[in-house]
Every structure is written in structure tokens, then in C-alpha cells.
């Protein structure tokens, strides 16, 4: 659950500040779908799966 706070930590505070690291929120959002699945969160995983995709479109890259 660390993993999932930290995470989530760093992705809000990205958007708090308005930084876009390119691909960095989304490599970010990709982990944290990566934690989810791992707790059987497939929902919460799926969420974030797709924020990566969006956050991917926008920066111009598909972050892995």
C-alpha cells in the first residue's frame, strides 16, 4: 500500500504545481494501475490506465 501513497503523492503534486514532466505523470499513473491490479483493484486499475493514455496523447508520447 506504500507504493499506492507514494504514487499518489507524486501525481498530485505534479498536477498542484502544473508540471508535466513529459511522460513522467503518466509512467506515474501507469505504476499506480501496475499497484492496483496487484491488489485486485481492477477498477481503480483500469481508471488509471486510461489517465496514462490521456496524459500519453497530450504530452505527444506513450509513456511505458
Not at 509512467?27 to 477498477?43: D, I, M, Q, V, Y
Request: aromatic share 10%; glycine share 10%; charged share 15%.
Amino acid at each position: 500500500h506504500f507504493l499506492v501513497k507514494l504514487t499518489s503523492y507524486v501525481v498530485s503534486n505534479y498536477r498542484s504545481q502544473n508540471f508535466l514532466i513529459q511522460g513522467g505523470e503518466g509512467r506515474a499513473c501507469w505504476s499506480l494501475g501496475n499497484a492496483h491490479t496487484a491488489l485486485g483493484n481492477h477498477e481503480t486499475a483500469l481508471d488509471f490506465a486510461q489517465k496514462h493514455l490521456e496524459i500519453s496523447k497530450e504530452v505527444g508520447t506513450l509513456a511505458k
